[in-house]
Every structure is written in C-alpha cells, then in structure tokens.
C-alpha cells in the first residue's frame, strides 16, 4: 500500500519496501520528500500473523536517532554560551572523576574512549557484556520492565576498561550519550524531556515525539516489535512493544514518528536549530574505519556515489528507525521498521542491505553538488 501525497506514483518506491519485507521483516514504513514533492507508504504487517499494514506516521521506538536529538541539544546549549564544546566534561560532572582529557565533543563524537555499558565487541572477536541488554536472550527479556537509572549505567561502564586514551581512536558507545544527557541536567537544572521540548521539539511543532524516561507504552496507533530468544531448549517469540527503555537511556530511548523525522532533519541540516559554525563542526566527519561512513557530532557523514548524505539509524528491541537528507536538506528519506530481533542479530545483514537499497534508489542521482562541502 502507499499514501501517495503527490501525483507521483513512484512504483519504485513501493517495490523496494516490498522487497525489505520480504527479506524478513514484519513490517515497514517510508517518507521520502524530494523535487517530487512528498510521498509515503507502507508494506508488511503491523503485527504478526495479523493482515493490517504499518500504520503510516505510527509510533516508532526510534533507537540511536536519539542521538542525533540529543546531539543537537547539547550544541544548543553551546550555542547559548552554556558549555563549552571543547571543555572537559569532568567540570560538570565531578562525581564519576572521569580522565580530564574527555571533551564534550568527545562524546558527541564517539572518541572518548569510554566502554559501551551495553556491551562491547573487540576486533579479536571477544565480547565484553555490560547490562543485560537484548544481547542476552531471556535475561533482558525477564528484565525488559526493569528501572535503570542514568548514573548506575555510567558507574558500570566506567568500571570496564577504556577502549582507548582519550581522542586516540573511534568506537560507537551508548555511555557517550547518557553522559551528554546528564551534562544536559546538570547543567540546565531541568530534565532532558523539558530540555528537548523547550529547544527542538516545541519550535519545530513535533508533536508525535516523545522523550520517555521510564514509560513502558508507546502511544496508538502503532506496529508492534517482537524478540526471540532460547529458553528450555526451545525458541520463544515475546511482543516487547512495551518496556522500559530506561536501559539504553539517552543512547535510543526516543519515541517519533517518519513525519516527525522528516520535518527534525530538515530543519536540522537546513540551519533553523543550530548557527552555521556549529552546523558545520556537526557535520564534519571523523574517521570511524568504516568505508564511507563517517561520524560528526550525533550523524553519521555517509559517501555515497551521489555525494554527502546525513544520518543516523537506530534500532530498539524489534523496532528501527532510519533518517537521511542531503546536506542543504531537499531531500529526506525517513522510515520505521518492525521485526523479530534475536541475540544472534540474524536480521543485520538483510538490514544492511536494506539502507544501502534505499539510500541508492533515494539519492543515487540527488547529492551530487553536496559532495564539495565534505
């Protein structure tokens, strides 16, 4: 099915949201604003053995594109005179005596070092855990509606090895931004939600974007996200459309919508939430070892035979959600998926494949005078 907001059919569109599903997904959702105009559709079903589809500009939880919010926030509060980007963070956050070499900027951009409280993976192919995340079968899902809180998360973490001394290397942590979310507090005096409300989500007109704390629902209407795991000698399937995202925290605890995606990317790479001197230090991409897939502050800075493409991507527990535009914002690209996620993470490859579909068929021939403002 598609929602077509313009005379534009774009059968092309729609084929390749069938095909995602059919590689595995239950479900899937898509925007794409562009020369065109706007054009939305879905495929797939919003729960299992069920007939309904996705429902267009449902609820999704939108894992790491919280990150990118929260990103903008915290330049925000730099923009206001607030904090200092380049400022140790243990200046305003004394009680973890964090090495005084971590910048503010090093969290944004992964380069702190610090242990991925969710667990992390080495390049000999160990694993470290950390919290029972969804990397732990039936312990994360016996323990789905538990309540973490910010500081425990930031204490186990800092109770592992760094990776790396500080601004020597880049590794993906979910520490980075539960600490960003804790300066954001400490040095507003107000929560994150009140914050991010205040200074995205209210300007923009955002109303289908939540900031939850410990909120178990996600609002109606919705596709439901399921995880399988191993119990007894069998495979069970559990709906944890509802949980406590308390365990990720500002790492990906966000709620929205692909039209709320949209209208925030937009506006983000389009200068209306950041000045131009920050916009572009955001944007400015930081090696992370990954062929054409840079990291800035909170976006990922893709390169793409087309050009330049800002991004982020996240999944949470059987629901992602993805969000691309071309660097002057024209074109966007916002989606949401729902899925059966497993500890063996058996839909990463499909999914891979799947982003590299859409941001060929989006912006293949879309970015090309982009790719001089790398």
């Known amino acids: 099915m598609s929602l077509p907001l313009t005379d534009q059919d774009r059968p092309q569109l729609r084929k390749v949201i069938e095909e995602i599903v059919e590689s595995g997904f239950t479900g899937m959702t898509m925007r794409v604003h562009d020369e065109h105009g706007a054009w939305a559709g879905s495929a797939g079903t919003a729960e299992l053995g069920g007939t309904d589809e996705p429902p267009i500009d449902g609820y999704v939880r939108i894992g790491s594109n919280t990150k990118t919010f929260t ?16 400022g140790p963070v243990d200046d305003h956050l004394p009680e973890f005596g964090l090495d005084r070499r971590i910048t503010v900027r ?3 951009q992964h380069t702190s070092g610090i242990f991925n409280f969710t667990g992390e993976y080495y390049d000999d192919g160990s694993y470290v855990p950390g919290i029972p995340a969804t990397t732990a079968g039936q312990e994360w899902v016996d323990n789905r509606f538990k309540t973490y809180l910010p500081e425990e998360l930031v204490r186990l973490a800092l109770s592992k090895p760094a990776r790396f001394e500080p601004g020597t290397g880049w590794s993906y942590s979910n520490t980075n931004y539960v600490l960003a979310r804790l300066l954001i507090e400490k040095i507003t005096g107000r929560s994150v939600a009140q914050e991010m409300r205040r200074l995205i989500l209210d300007p923009l007109g955002l109303s289908g974007t939540v900031v939850p704390t ?25 709906d944890v459309t509802r949980q406590n995202p308390s365990w990720i925290s500002s790492g990906g605890d966000m709620i929205s919508t692909t039209r709320d995606l949209h209208t925030f990317i937009s506006a983000l790479v389009s200068g209306k939430l950041l000045p131009a001197p920050l916009l572009t230090q955001m944007c400015t991409p930081y090696p992370t070892g990954a062929p054409g897939m840079d990291y800035g502050l909170g976006v990922f800075v893709l390169t793409t035979p087309g050009g330049t493409v800002i991004s982020h991507n996240g999944g949470m527990a059987g629901h992602a959600a993805l969000m691309y535009s071309t660097p002057d914002g024209a074109t966007t690209l916002t989606a949401s998926l729902n899925y059966v996620e497993d500890v063996e993470m058996t839909l990463g490859e499909p999914f891979q494949k799947a982003t590299q579909r859409l941001i060929e068929e989006v912006f293949g021939e879309k970015t090309g005078p982009a790719a001089s403002r790398r």
Do not use: I, K, S
């Open 71 to 86: 990103a903008t926030l915290v330049l925000q509060l730099v923009a206001e005179g607030v904090l200092d980007l380049d």
């Open 106 to 108: 090093m969290l944004l």
């Open 214 to 238: 410990t909120e178990t629902d996600l609002p109606q209407p919705h596709a439901h996200g399921y995880y399988r795991y191993a119990e007894d000698g069998e495979h069970r399937t559990v």
